[in-house]
């Protein structure tokens, strides 16, 4: 799985390696150097501004890796408060860099960024509740206000969902067909899905999903700048 930094200029990529995965950051198009930070699993890599990038490692550990001077260093998130201890399936950082969406217990969690004298946290965490009996996947911010979270429902795979949680709007469920694997925002606010049978474009909740026609099979994982 691979994040793009907002600039388009570097390029974030989860790697197998011999027992596990490991995280590579470099300059788009070019060798992406090893960075010290493995594990079994790890999350799609977040960017927050164009020299900071998070991933998740094996559900539990936030990591971020900061650019010096052109040398990556990477540090623990605090992200206690966020997830109780419990497993975070998910995390996206804001387009401002301000907060993070993540998907624990099948929910959304939203959290302010904390960063003083160079220890971050995650704090202030708020649960948000879906309106009906569905698990949330997968989460992407679509602007600084607002939310696109795919579900494992049949008749609501996908929910445009405001950041306070009191507005989720559901995007129509024709064409698409459960498992949605992953989702991602397309500049000017295309949302992008992936399910078994390819990709699919919606531009807003009463559109109808349209099949992309890119050369790239069903379960596929979409990316695009953040």
């Known amino acids: 799985v691979m994040g793009e930094s907002p600039d388009g200029d570097q390029l974030a990529a989860v790697t197998r390696r011999p027992g596990g995965v490991q995280l590579r950051v470099g300059h788009y198009g070019e060798h ?3 960075l010290p930070v493995m594990g079994s699993y790890m999350s799609k ?3 927050r501004g164009r020299s900071e990038v998070w991933t998740v490692v094996d559900g539990h550990d936030v990591v971020r890796a900061l650019d010096i001077g052109g040398n990556w260093v990477t540090g623990r998130v605090d992200a206690s408060q966020f997830a109780g201890g419990r497993p975070i ?3 996206r950082l804001s387009h401002d860099g301000t907060r993070a969406a993540g998907v624990i217990d099948g929910r959304i969690v939203v959290a302010g960024v904390s960063d003083h004298d160079g220890k971050v946290a995650l704090e202030r965490p708020m649960a948000l509740q879906p309106p009906q009996d569905v ?5 992407e911010w679509r602007k600084n206000d607002s939310l696109v979270a795919i579900t494992d429902s049949n008749s609501a795979p996908v929910f445009d969902v405001s950041v306070d949680g009191f ?3 559901r995007y129509t469920s ?3 067909g459960q498992p949605v694997k992953a989702v991602t925002v397309a500049p000017g606010g295309r949302v992008i899905v992936a399910d078994r049978s390819g990709l699919w474009e919606s531009k807003d909740p009463d559109d109808v999903w349209s099949l992309l026609q890119v050369p790239i099979g ?3 994982i979409p990316f695009y700048p953040g």
């Open 135 to 139: 698990r949330i996947t997968g989460l």
């Open 174 to 176: 024709a064409n698409l």
């Open 167 to 169: 507005q989720w709007t």
């Open 89 to 91: 399936q998910d995390l």
């Open 45 to 47: 890599p977040s960017w």
């Open 218 to 220: 069903g379960g596929s």
């Open 32 to 34: 992406l150097p090893e």
